[in-house]
């Protein structure tokens, strides 16, 4: 199954029995004990004397309005609760696929998702992304509520109404537990908190791994511009736009991509750290003090360098793989785009040191810490110059389209083509060019975009992959360019 870049649709359950949008009246599952039955609270009483509460921001006068003619921001709780995958966050863990997960991962044999041995591994495993582990457990059930990617409602509770609120810009955020999802760099940090994964998070360890992996979660393969145009928004943006479509696109791309690869490298670092400082510690005491972390971490590695069919692949043989495993082609796939010309030599030659020594056969980890925080320092960098850089012009945009044409992935594994597909796609969409929407939907099926099978998501890995579906998408945008430019 694939996840992350796919986990947004506009088909998601119903809160049925949670919200009722006849009375505006929200019930949670409270677990607060979690040996007692469950039953039936009121958000309200649940959260009256809690620091972090939603009640307000869901009043009818606030964000939790039902008229479909009232504001967006009017109606933004009210479209989170029926639409946002996030309000159904912790219910998808109560299934039995879930159980069968935890079960698998705690080598226990819980049989119901009522069971409190279930529910317990949840709170250390789960909660911090399914749900936000700062409030009462009694309000798990509303998944990764609004504060989750909003920050505390403590925070905001005196000011974002206030007349002078707005008028100061970003400056705002400043010093403030408010979180700035305005910004589309700060929106991916957030999103990549979750969807790429930290270990030193207030909300604890959030991090799949390859034992939560093998237990049945899916990979973490997440694309920012794609999820931003598959969100069912709950917001305006600044121009005004109130439709899922994302203004300059490629922009969208570059930022999310830097954004979320200097996060991915950051874990990768934190990772390295927890066996380097586990190390010094046995050597100390001469011996094991039981809290090693496996090393290297093989999350870090494209999964298809193991995970592969059997069946002879011609494209397979024809790049030459030598059968090493690969540091994350998902993550790093096209990255160099999001660099300016003058800039690409330097980002190449990091980017390097820091593959060369994850994919030599036992990769040191004080290298790799030293390498990513090489890495990671470049990142942040570009990412603070593009965020105020202008916009992308259309002359440009070609030249970069024309270029991504002309090198189609040498290793068309599945991590680096589709890749190279999302980009493509994203500078197609700015420029405007008419390609086949059947076409690109064809290509999305085949590489296992999306599937769903009335509510239920069902999401398959690319075990019969072929790269050359992509040709005649790639041919068909040359084209169209070549047209324009006659």
Same mark, same amino acid.
């Given at each position: ?46 959260? /009256? @004397?809690?620091?972090?509460? $939603?009640? !307000?921001?869901?009043?009818?006068? #606030? *964000? +939790? ?69 700062? /409030? @009462?457990?009694?309000?798990? $059930?509303? !998944?990764?509520?609004?504060?989750? #990617? *909003? +920050? ?335």
């Amino acid at each position: 199954m694939l996840i992350a870049m796919f986990a947004c649709s506009f088909d998601w359950l119903a809160l049925k029995g949670v919200y009722s949008s006849s009375n505006s009246e929200i019930y949670v599952t409270k677990r607060v004990d979690l040996d007692q039955p469950v039953q039936q609270t009121d958000l309200t009483e649940a959260n /009256s @004397s809690a620091k972090l509460s $939603i009640v !307000g921001c869901m009043a009818t006068s #606030c *964000h +939790g309005s039902n008229n479909p003619q009232a504001l967006t921001w009017q109606r933004a709780g009210t479209i989170w609760l029926q639409k946002d995958p996030h309000a159904t966050a912790y219910i998808r863990l109560l299934t039995e696929e879930s159980l069968a997960i935890v079960n698998r991962l705690t080598n226990a044999s819980w049989s119901s998702t009522d069971s409190s041995g279930f529910l317990y591994a949840l709170e250390q495993k789960c909660v911090s992304c399914h749900a936000n582990s700062l /409030s @009462s457990t009694s309000n798990r $059930i509303l !998944g990764a509520d609004c504060q989750v #990617c *909003h +920050g505390p409602a403590s925070a905001w509770k005196d000011q974002h109404y206030s007349s002078t609120w707005k008028s100061q810009g970003s400056r705002r955020f400043d010093n403030s537990e408010m979180l700035n999802t305005e910004s589309i760099a700060s929106r991916a940090a957030i999103c990549a908190s979750c969807h790429i994964g930290e270990l030193n998070s207030e909300h604890g360890v959030r991090e799949v791994n390859h034992e939560l992996m093998a237990a049945g979660h899916p990979p973490m393969h997440f694309d920012f511009s794609t999820f931003m145009n598959r969100y069912p928004r709950h917001w305006d943006e600044p121009d005004g736009s109130t439709d899922n479509s994302v203004p300059q696109e490629f922009r969208t791309w570059k930022l999310g991509k830097l954004a979320l690869t200097a996060e991915r490298v950051k874990l990768l670092s934190d990772r390295a750290t927890d066996v380097e400082q586990s190390l010094t510690r046995q050597r100390d005491s001469l011996n094991s003090d039981g809290d090693n972390r496996p090393w290297p971490e093989l999350t870090e590695y494209s999964c298809y360098s193991c995970h592969h069919s059997l069946q002879d692949a011609k494209w397979r043989r024809s790049v030459g793989n030598k059968g090493q495993y690969e540091w994350d082609a998902w993550t790093t796939a096209e990255l160099e785009l999001a660099f300016p010309r003058e800039k690409q030599v330097e980002f190449r030659a990091c980017l390097q040191t820091l593959q060369n020594e994850l994919e030599s056969p036992l990769p040191q980890p004080k290298t790799v810490i030293n390498a990513a925080v090489d890495f990671h320092v470049l990142l942040e960098r570009e990412l603070a110059v593009a965020i105020n850089a202008p916009m992308e012009d259309p002359a440009s945009m070609r030249q970069a389209l024309l270029g991504l044409l002309d090198r189609f992935p040498k290793q068309p594994t599945w991590e680096a083509v589709v890749p190279w597909f999302i980009v493509t796609r994203a500078l197609v969409s700015d420029l405007k060019l008419p390609v086949d929407k059947k076409l690109i939907a064809n290509i999305e099926k085949q590489i296992g975009y999306q599937s769903y099978v009335g509510t239920e998501i069902r999401v398959d890995g690319p075990k019969d992959f072929d790269p050359w579906i992509f040709e005649e998408y790639r041919s068909t945008v040359l084209e169209l360019m070549n047209s324009r430019q006659k």
